[in-house]
C-alpha cells in the first residue's frame, strides 16, 4: 500500500509539472525533482522551490457529511467506491462468462458525497449489478453473428446510468484472466461543477507553512518558495474556477498556484 501511495504521489506531481510547464512557459525538463520541496526550477536569475500537495473535496464532503450525522468514520476518497464496484463486475463477468464488453457508469451522487459503510453498502450494490449482468446475459443471447457489437443502457437505484458495449467473440477472456483491470469499466458524472470553498485547501496552505522553515533550511539556494495545490482527476465534481480568496489574505508562501487536471485549468490563488 505504501508502495502504491508512493507511485500515485509520483504520478499527480508529474501530472501538475506537467500544467505547471505550459502555465509558465517554461520547459518540461527546466523543473528538476527534488525532496522537500517537490521541485526547483530557475526563473529570470531567481531559484525557485515548489511544492505539490493534493486536495481531495470528496473526502472533506463525506467526512463534514459523518460529522453532521453523528457518524464516527473518517472523510473516503470516491476511488473507493468506484474500485469496489469493478470489483464486483469483476466477479459477476466471471459468474456469467461475459468479458467482451466495456461498461461506462454513472452513479448515484449519495455514493460519492454521503458518508457511509464501503461493506455494507456493497451488499446493496451487489444486486443491482447482479441484475444488470442477467440483463445482459440475456439480451446478447439471440446474437448469431460471428463478430457483432451491440450496445445497451441499464439503469438503477444506485447505478443511475450503465451504459455497455457489447463486442460479441472479441476473445477478451484470456485478456481477463491475465489482467482484468484491462476490461473498460470507467466511471462519468452527471451534473455542474462546484467551485471548492477557500476552506477546502486553507487547511493545506497551513500543513504546507508548518515546514516552510525546514524546507528553506534544507535548501539556502532557494530564493522564493511557492506552492502547487492540485485536484486530481478523480475529483471531476468540482473545480478550482469561481475558488474566492478572502479579502487581504496572506500567505507565508511567495505564490500559490492551483492546478486541476479535468478539465484542464491553472490559476493563482
Known sequence: ???????????????????????LEIPYDN?????????TTNINGNEIGIEVTTVHPSEIVTKADALNNNYNRKGQNKNIIEKAIKNICYSYMTKYNIYDISIRIRLNTDLYFKSYNINKKKKEIEPEIDTIFQKIKNDTSSIVEQFAFRTFTYSNKYLESVYIQYYHNAGWKELFE???????????????????????????????????????????????????????????????????????????????????GTPPFVRDL
Not at 505504501?2 to 502555465?23: D, T, V, W
Not at 523543473?31 to 521541485?39: A, I, M, V
Not at 473545480?239 to 498556484?257: A, Q, V
Request: with cysteine.
Open 1 to 23: 500500500m505504501e508502495k502504491l501511495n508512493k507511485r500515485l504521489q509520483e504520478q499527480e506531481e508529474s501530472i501538475a509539472r506537467h500544467y505547471l510547464s505550459c502555465y
Open 31 to 39: 523543473f528538476k525533482k527534488s525532496e522537500s520541496p517537490d521541485f
Open 178 to 260: 491475465k489482467d482484468r483491470s484491462r476490461i473498460n469499466i470507467y466511471f462519468t458524472f452527471q451534473g455542474f461543477l462546484a467551485p471548492m470553498p477557500f476552506d477546502f485547501i486553507k487547511p493545506l496552505i497551513t500543513q504546507k507553512e508548518e515546514k516552510l522553515q525546514t524546507y528553506k533550511e534544507k535548501n539556502p539556494n532557494i530564493d522564493e518558495m511557492w506552492l502547487c495545490i492540485f485536484l486530481p482527476d478523480e475529483e471531476f465534481g468540482f473545480t478550482i474556477k469561481g475558488l474566492e480568496c478572502p479579502m487581504g489574505y496572506k500567505s507565508n508562501y511567495k505564490r500559490i498556484i492551483l492546478v486541476q
